[in-house]
């Protein structure tokens, strides 16, 4: 009995070489004929996701198609499934030489590749959102009261003071580490306690978005709902892709209210431009980020850290997503980081760490950043990791202060900045985020005198009729300063700069 056993192995290894002109990739091939198996990501048939975000549709279940496909392969071979969506045709599964020959075969599977895997991605917080424009945001009446945003990430300290009660969800899919990485040793987990996050990334991007300012410097929204979703491991890395998917999946699935979305995170690939058609999974990051666009999120990722100048990690280099880059924010001399070197700083100056293409859409300052930190304290964190987060919180104040606004065009807000960066190393013109700026193109009314306590913005307190009324909120009785008023916004666009 193990002779023919042998020989069936032995053909199936032998058939690799054929499937090399076909949807399965080279290295899931190599990958199975050195170690006998191989994670990989199968993407099913379906409608292409729109490259445009005013085009973006929901996606439907996408069960039967994939339980049709499963159906079909080596009993052994779907006991080795490790990740499943709801709206994305698609699966993860551990595949040996028998698997890749069923899929290979299948006219139903589009391709094939290896699950990749990535990682996460000196001034105090306020002073570099002050940068980008934010720190007006919530003294406008825009604090995040009634949005929700949802940070795909590390996960986030729990029972940080800085977000005391509004923490609205948490979930880990986390496959790394044999069993899983998830706070309760598996490759998935919801409910309370399934974000705890243990290394920190995760809780200073939450913090710049949302923090109120209790222990550490304040985030741009104070009041805003946190979605937190733990996908890297104490390292910091996500081993597959597939984990990204099934963090994305969950949220258009759990919390189709969302506001915005926000990943610091990227691939070890990086690619040239779009990457939506380039692997099976950059594919299915598409179709879920589609999907969320759809609902009405705008995504927001980091561009990557390795400082490639022509092109950026996945997800960053999806058409639909909102890629980010960093400059820094502060001037200073010599300074090594992130494995290059400057001969000084500046504050807009781009980081020379930074990942950025034709396709880069904005950069925001956010070398270096302090916000909230694990174990109830503060960190602080430089990379374009702190530069998305900038930018989804930006998005989420657009969306309340224009809630008819449309995903492409609070995305156009942003991308059609007033401020500009010039990047000497690339050769190319960036936009910088200007909060404030893109503010006036989607509610021209957002910026008339800003009330001020101190040398600060004034948050209103916590009020759902501030939501689309900033002009409602009570001031103190006490004299306040006042910023000048800002110019309507019609007066001075030109016809470029209009939203479509």
Same mark, same amino acid.
């Given at each position: 009995?193990?002779?023919?056993?042998?020989?069936?192995?032995?053909?199936?290894?032998?058939?690799?070489?054929?499937?090399?002109?076909?949807?399965?990739?080279?290295?899931?091939?190599?990958?199975? %004929?050195?170690?006998?198996?191989?994670?990989?990501?199968?993407?099913?048939?379906?409608?292409?996701?729109?490259?445009?975000?005013?085009?973006?549709?929901?996606?439907?279940?996408?069960?039967?198609?994939?339980?049709?496909?499963?159906?079909?392969?080596?009993?052994?071979? %779907?006991?080795?499934?490790?990740?499943?969506?709801?709206?994305?045709?698609?699966?993860?599964?551990?595949?040996?030489?028998?698997?890749?020959?069923?899929?290979?075969?299948?006219?139903?599977?589009?391709?094939?590749?290896?699950?990749?895997?990535?990682?996460?991605?000196?001034?105090?917080?306020?002073?570099?959102?002050?940068?980008?424009?934010?720190?007006?945001?919530?003294?406008?009446?825009?604090?995040?009261?009634?949005?929700?945003?949802?940070?795909?990430?590390?996960?986030?300290?729990?029972?940080?003071?800085?977000?005391?009660?509004?923490?609205?969800?948490?979930?880990?899919?986390?496959?790394?580490?044999?069993?899983?990485?998830?706070?309760?040793?598996?490759?998935?987990?919801?409910?309370?306690?399934?974000?705890?996050?243990?290394?920190?990334?995760?809780?200073?991007?939450?913090?710049?978005?949302?923090?109120?300012?209790?222990?550490?410097?304040?985030?741009?929204?104070?009041?805003?709902?946190?979605?937190?979703?733990?996908?890297?491991?104490?390292?910091?890395?996500?081993?597959?892709?597939?984990?990204?998917?099934?963090?994305?999946?969950?949220?258009?699935?759990?919390?189709?209210?969302?506001?915005?979305?926000?990943?610091?995170?990227?691939?070890?690939?990086?690619?040239?431009?779009?990457?939506?058609?380039?692997?099976?999974?950059?594919?299915?990051?598409?179709?879920?980020?589609?999907?969320?666009?759809?609902?009405?999120?705008?995504?927001?990722?980091?561009?990557?850290?390795?400082?490639?100048?022509?092109?950026?990690?996945?997800?960053?280099?999806?058409?639909?997503?909102?890629?980010?880059?960093?400059?820094?924010?502060?001037?200073?001399?010599?300074?090594?980081?992130?494995?290059?070197?400057?001969?000084?700083?500046?504050?807009?100056?781009?980081?020379?760490?930074?990942?950025?293409?034709?396709?880069?859409?904005?950069?925001?300052?956010?070398?270096?950043?302090?916000?909230?930190?694990?174990?109830?304290?503060?960190?602080?964190?430089?990379?374009?990791?702190?530069?998305?987060?900038?930018?989804?919180?930006?998005?989420?104040?657009?969306?309340?202060?224009?809630?008819?606004?449309?995903?492409?065009?609070?995305?156009?807000?942003?991308?059609?900045?007033?401020?500009?960066?010039?990047?000497?190393?690339?050769? %190319?013109?960036?936009?910088?985020?200007?909060?404030?700026?893109?503010?006036?193109?989607?509610?021209?009314?957002?910026?008339?005198?800003?009330?001020?306590?101190?040398?600060?913005?004034?948050?209103?307190?916590?009020?759902?009729?501030?939501?689309?009324?900033?002009?409602?909120?009570?001031?103190?009785?006490?004299?306040?300063?006042?910023?000048?008023?800002?110019?309507?916004?019609?007066?001075?666009?030109?016809?470029?700069?209009?939203?479509?």
């Amino acid at each position: 009995m193990r002779l023919p056993l042998l020989l069936t192995l032995a053909l199936w290894l032998a058939a690799l070489p054929a499937l090399a002109q076909t949807k399965v990739s080279a290295a899931a091939q190599a990958q199975v %004929r050195s170690e006998g198996t191989a994670p990989v990501f199968v993407l099913l048939k379906s409608a292409a996701p729109a490259r445009d975000a005013a085009a973006a549709r929901l996606q439907p279940s996408a069960r039967p198609q994939t339980d049709a496909v499963l159906a079909a392969l080596p009993r052994a071979s %779907r006991a080795q499934v490790t990740r499943r969506f709801q709206r994305v045709p698609g699966f993860a599964l551990r595949a040996d030489a028998a698997t890749l020959a069923a899929l290979a075969r299948d006219p139903r599977v589009a391709r094939v590749d290896l699950d990749a895997g990535g990682s996460g991605g000196a001034i105090a917080p306020d002073g570099a959102l002050a940068l980008n424009n934010l720190h007006e945001i919530a003294g406008a009446g825009y604090a995040g009261n009634g949005m929700k945003v949802a940070v795909i990430d590390t996960g986030i300290d729990t029972d940080h003071a800085d977000f005391a009660g509004r923490i609205v969800g948490q979930a880990c899919f986390c496959s790394g580490g044999g069993a899983g990485c998830c706070p309760n040793g598996t490759a998935t987990q919801s409910g309370a306690g399934a974000a705890e996050d243990d290394h920190g990334h995760g809780t200073n991007v939450a913090g710049i978005i949302g923090g109120n300012g209790t222990v550490a410097p304040r985030g741009a929204l104070p009041q805003v709902g946190l979605v937190a979703v733990k996908v890297l491991d104490r390292n910091n890395r996500f081993c597959c892709s597939s984990d990204i998917v099934a963090a994305l999946d969950w949220v258009a699935a759990n919390h189709p209210d969302v506001d915005a979305v926000n990943m610091s995170l990227g691939t070890d690939s990086l690619f040239p431009g779009d990457c939506d058609a380039s692997t099976a999974w950059t594919q299915a990051m598409a179709t879920a980020i589609g999907n969320l666009n759809a609902l009405g999120a705008v995504v927001t990722v980091s561009s990557g850290n390795q400082g490639n100048l022509n092109a950026m990690a996945a997800p960053a280099c999806v058409a639909n997503a909102v890629a980010t880059g960093a400059t820094w924010d502060f001037n200073g001399g010599a300074i090594t980081y992130l494995g290059c070197s400057e001969t000084s700083t500046a504050p807009l100056q781009p980081t020379c760490f930074a990942n950025r293409s034709a396709t880069t859409d904005l950069f925001g300052a956010s070398a270096f950043v302090t916000a909230a930190g694990i174990n109830g304290g503060s960190s602080t964190y430089g990379g374009t990791s702190q530069a998305a987060p900038q930018a989804c919180a930006c998005a989420a104040a657009l969306k309340q202060a224009a809630p008819a606004s449309t995903v492409a065009q609070r995305m156009q807000a942003m991308a059609l900045s007033s401020s500009r960066i010039q990047d000497p190393a690339s050769g %190319r013109s960036y936009p910088l985020l200007n909060c404030r700026d893109a503010m006036g193109l989607v509610n021209p009314e957002v910026f008339g005198p800003i009330a001020l306590n101190g040398s600060q913005p004034l948050i209103p307190p916590p009020d759902p009729q501030l939501r689309l009324s900033p002009a409602a909120s009570t001031l103190p009785a006490e004299p306040l300063r006042i910023a000048p008023p800002r110019p309507l916004r019609e007066s001075r666009v030109p016809a470029t700069r209009q939203l479509r």
